[in-house]
């Protein structure tokens, strides 16, 4: 994916301006007040946020800034990711102008990279995978906030996956050369991470099911394929939280990583609404779920589970039985690991 292609889709599902607020022309000059006020937001909230623990957290944050400072898209995309999250906070004050403002520095990001892009080298590539890192989250903070009409969700879910297939090719560009100063849960993002052999090899039987039913359908051999991968996918990210140890930061990273790793062949089939695609979905929705307290992801994944249920109808119930089964313990209990 191109860099202008990776503007025009993210733009393609952006919030649009609202015409006549009184901060419209705040951009004209470079960075304001509110700006700063977003840099401190970012510097001492978000790391916690995404989950990571305050070591980490701190240095986290304090590398992307110090990357941001020298990198003008970098520092206007974490600033429009921190007016987002502010929007979503229980005591914000003008919910309504933080996501205007985190819209509009997006976009402004986007351009800035578009730009920059004439001039990929090594020397920018940890400033390329931090932006990549943080517009995937912010894009997906967009595309589920959604969560209130499953067509309208469905449309810009399919344009944040091509995105984030974007965002691999970007990431698979830099990454021999960024690695060692990326921490380790980072490269899960972009389908770097690879877990322990000994918690690798504990594959589960979450998706075995659906395996089976997939193989038996009526689909063609080309978009079983696609199918079957992003259910592979899937069940590589529902190991991954099982491990015994894995952090609480892992739940959102799978959130993140498994749109990385979908084929294009699979894309295409949910941009179709073909049931099985709602399937995968569905099982997509659990690990939603299981991150609803992470503010990227809110409600999102059990209005897709009951939202696709009702609109696959009685004759999919059977396919849907694992995801609406994991829903309902879950209302019973609060998260705990993951169950077959």
């Known amino acids: ?26 951009l004209g000059e470079r960075y304001g007040l509110v700006h700063f006020e977003l840099l ?45 999250h502010r929007s979503t906070l229980p005591d914000a004050g003008h919910r309504d102008y933080y996501r205007l403002e985190a819209t ?3 976009t402004r990001a986007l351009t800035q990279f578009n730009a920059a892009a004439a001039t990929v080298s090594d020397e920018n590539g940890l400033a390329m995978f931090l932006f990549s890192t943080f ?3 912010h894009v997906l903070f967009d595309t589920f906030s959604s969560h209130r009409d499953l067509v309208a969700l469905l449309d810009k879910l399919v344009q944040c996956l091509s995105l984030h297939r974007g965002i691999a ?11 060692d100063h990326v921490p380790h849960h980072f490269g899960a993002d972009t389908g770097h991470h690879q877990l322990p052999a000994s918690e690798a090899d504990g594959r589960g039987t979450e998706c075995t099911g659906l ?24 069940q590589r990210m529902l190991d991954s939280q099982r491990a015994a140890q894995a952090p609480a930061s892992r739940r959102l990273i ?27 979905l569905a099982y997509y929705s659990v690990l939603l779920h299981r991150a609803r307290d992470f503010w990227i992801v809110g409600e999102a994944g059990s209005f897709l589970i009951r939202a696709i249920g009702q609109h696959l109808g009685a004759y999919w119930a059977d396919w849907l039985e694992w995801p609406n089964r994991m829903l309902v313990l ?9 169950m077959e």
């Open 40 to 84: 401190r937001h970012f510097e001492t909230e978000l790391g916690t946020a995404m989950g990571l623990s305050p070591p980490e957290a701190e240095g986290m944050m304090r590398q992307t800034v110090r990357e941001a400072f020298t990198t003008p898209f970098l520092m206007d995309e974490l600033l429009a990711v921190s007016a987002a």
């Open 254 to 280: 799978a959130v993140q990583e498994w749109p990385v790793r979908v084929p294009g062949g699979y894309i295409d089939l949910l941009a179709q609404q073909r049931p099985e695609a709602l399937v995968v």
């Open 1 to 26: 994916m191109s860099p202008s292609r990776l503007r025009d889709t993210v733009a393609a599902h952006s919030l649009p301006p609202a015409g006549g607020d009184p901060h419209q022309d705040l």
């Open 330 to 338: 879950s209302e019973a209990a609060p998260f705990q690991a993951p």
């Open 169 to 179: 090719v970007i990431a698979d560009r830099f990454w021999p050369a960024i690695r």
């Open 104 to 106: 509009r520095l997006q």
């Open 135 to 137: 517009l995937g989250q």
């Open 211 to 234: 395996l089976g039913r997939l193989g038996r359908s009526e689909l063609s051999s080309a978009s079983r394929e696609a199918c079957r991968a992003a259910v592979e996918a899937l």
